[in-house]
């Protein structure tokens, strides 16, 4: 990845979901120490309301409250660290949680 080309894209799994990745290769700093500022946001499309994230897995931000930016939110948007492995790891556990969780994405769908 060159260092001064941020990756953006999209990833369509299905009509009503996608998964948006962003990824930046940045300086390493005890914040950052991987060099790699990233996001994962995997969203459904509801019949009522649109696109919405369920899942999303970040390091954009300190978390108040935890050690490691590296964190991911579920579903209610509360954030929970997680050690920061490579990037398809996160992309590889997005697919899981996915699988993991395919009734309650449906539900999300059908509202």
């Known amino acids: 990845m060159d260092s001064k080309i941020p990756v953006k894209e999209t990833r369509v799994l ?7 990745i962003s990824i930046t290769r940045v300086k390493e700093s005890p914040q950052i120490p991987n060099g790699v500022k990233y996001s ?8 009522s309301s649109g696109w919405e994230t369920a899942i999303r897995v970040d390091n954009a931000h ?3 409250g935890h050690k490691r930016r590296d964190h ?30 395919r009734g309650l994405i449906d539900e ?4």
């Open 14 to 20: 299905a009509e009503d979901e996608i998964i948006d």
């Open 108 to 111: 999300i769908k059908r509202h």
């Open 40 to 47: 994962f946001n995997y969203r459904v499309k509801s019949e």
């Open 72 to 101: 991911k939110h579920l579903f209610d948007n509360q954030p929970v660290e997680f050690e920061f492995i490579s990037l398809k790891h996160i992309y590889e556990k997005i697919l899981n949680l996915i699988e993991q969780n």
């Open 62 to 64: 300190v978390v108040k």
